[in-house]
């Protein structure tokens, strides 16, 4: 072999080293999927991920997929983020949780649900076990505290008609803590179930119907799809509606008892990068609830025709004009 022949043959070889080094070295960018809801409560994780110092694109990637409401698409939704080998899965709502679950036994589970112990995604809050760790905004005593704040709204109130969707996996969690919190303040529930968009026309005509003085909306993602045909009969029926996050209100309902969402989706940054720093799903102990805030919109009041009590209106967190 003639020397520059030679010569060239060993500087190609040198440079293919170091481009094989190069790439070995490179370290792997994580990648997220996400099933979130909302979108402001994305936008929050975002947030919540560059204060950790993740930067997307460069150091964290998000896979986002949403089910517009129709939790029927939540399968298929998570079985697409599992076949990308993604390594933390997020869930912000309970029925993501519960297919994220279903799906895999070994990625590890970020989720902001209900009652996750009943619910059978997790051992204990203290010690979760399995894959799942995260959040909880169950509370025992907030189904009765947003009764008791309704019946300070409509003085003298005897029925409240439910908003809930049958075929959400809580919706018994929160029916039995509504029960109990209403058998207490001495308050009859009318069940007004919508399990379509085309539900919700008759559920407020079943509560005009059956006398109901108020109304309260369980946390579920197709009754946030639909709040502003909500809002809309809400306001053509003259009954103020209790929600359960102030995204409500934000978007023109009466007022919302619940705790900050917000915080849940910044946490869960938190729990992502404990996660992706090498600490085991099973050893991170569920999180819940400790601030809530009311929210109520004046202006949402006024078009009711109703005063709110000026006590009420001094312990709002906040009042949307």
């Known amino acids: 072999m003639r020397r520059r022949e030679f010569i060239t ?31 402001p409560a994305l936008e929050t994780f975002r947030q919540g991920l560059r204060e950790l110092g993740y930067v997307e694109g460069q150091t964290i990637v998000l896979e986002v997929r949403s089910a517009e409401g129709r939790s029927e698409r939540l399968p298929d939704l998570v079985a697409e983020l599992v076949g990308l080998k993604v390594e933390v899965l997020v869930a912000q709502s309970t029925p993501a949780a519960l297919a994220a679950k279903n799906a895999t036994q070994t990625i590890p589970i970020v989720m902001m649900a209900t009652d996750p112990v009943a619910l059978g995604l997790v051992g204990s809050l203290s010690r979760p076990g399995g894959n799942v760790t995260g959040l909880s905004y169950f509370s025992e005593a907030i189904m009765g505290k947003r009764l008791e704040l309704l019946k300070e709204v409509v003085p003298g109130l ?152 000026p006590p009420l209106l001094a312990r709002a967190d906040e009042l949307i004009e």
């Not at 481009?19 to 979108?39: D, E, H, M, N, W």
């Open 9 to 39: 043959l060993l500087g190609g070889a040198a440079v293919g080293r170091s481009l094989a080094a190069s790439a070995q070295t490179q370290p792997k960018i994580p990648r997220i999927g996400c099933v979130f809801a909302v979108i």
């Open 158 to 309: 005897a029925r409240v008609g439910v908003l809930r969707n049958p075929l959400h996996p809580a919706d018994p969690i929160y029916w039995k803590e509504t029960e109990v919190a209403a058998q207490r303040l001495g308050v009859a529930l009318e069940a007004l179930d919508v399990r379509g968009p085309e539900d919700f026309e008759a559920a407020f005509a079943t509560a005009k119907q059956r006398n109901a003085q108020a109304l309260f909306a369980f946390d579920d993602p197709h009754i946030n799809t639909y709040r502003s045909r909500i809002f809309a009969l809400a306001a053509s029926s003259r009954l103020p509606v209790m929600y359960t996050f102030r995204d409500y209100p934000d978007a023109g309902g009466l007022m919302s008892y619940g705790p900050i969402g917000v915080f849940f989706a910044h946490r869960a940054a938190t729990f992502v990068d404990k996660i992706l720093k090498g600490v085991k799903p099973a050893d991170l102990p569920i999180e819940q609830p400790t601030k809530f805030e009311l929210v109520i919109n004046v202006k949402a009041a006024k078009a009711l025709g109703l005063t709110i009590p």
